[in-house]
C-alpha cells in the first residue's frame, strides 16, 4: 500500500505561482499512471495533469502552456508548477497513482486558492 502526502498549497494572488509536491512511501516508477486532479467547489472532480507515456504529460485545456508536470523518481515524488495562476483555479488538488491489479492510490488533498 502506497501513502501519498502531498504538500504546497495554499494563498496566491492573480498571475502568481504554487509548487506543489506529492511524495509518495514507495517508489513510483512501477505505477502506470500519475497524474494530478483537481476539484472546486460546486464541481467534479477533474484531471489537471497526467502521463501519457513515460514521463511525456498532457494537460487539460484549462491550464495548459500554464502548468507543468514533473517527477523526481530518486525522491519518489511528483510536481505540478503552477504559473500565472487565475481564480477559477482555486480548488483542491490531489495527486494520484495507478497501475495493475487494481492499485489506485490519492493523496489527501491540497487547497489551492487564488485571489487578491
Known amino acids: 500500500q502506497v501513502k501519498l502526502v502531498e504538500s504546497g498549497g495554499g494563498l496566491v494572488q492573480p498571475g502568481g505561482s504554487l509548487t506543489l509536491s506529492c511524495t509518495a512511501s514507495g517508489s513510483i516508477s512501477s505505477f502506470t499512471a500519475t497524474g494530478w486532479y483537481r476539484q472546486a467547489p460546486g464541481k467534479e472532480r477533474e484531471l489537471v495533469a497526467g502521463?501519457?507515456?513515460?514521463?511525456?504529460?498532457g494537460y487539460a485545456d484549462a491550464v495548459k502552456g500554464r502548468f507543468t508536470m514533473s517527477r523526481d523518481n530518486a525522491k519518489n515524488t511528483l510536481y505540478l508548477q503552477m504559473n500565472a495562476l487565475k481564480p477559477e483555479d482555486t480548488a483542491v488538488y490531489y495527486c494520484r497513482v495507478a497501475g495493475y491489479y487494481g492499485h489506485d492510490y490519492w493523496g489527501q488533498g491540497t487547497q489551492v486558492t487564488v485571489a487578491s
Open positions: 502521463n501519457t507515456s513515460g514521463e511525456n504529460y
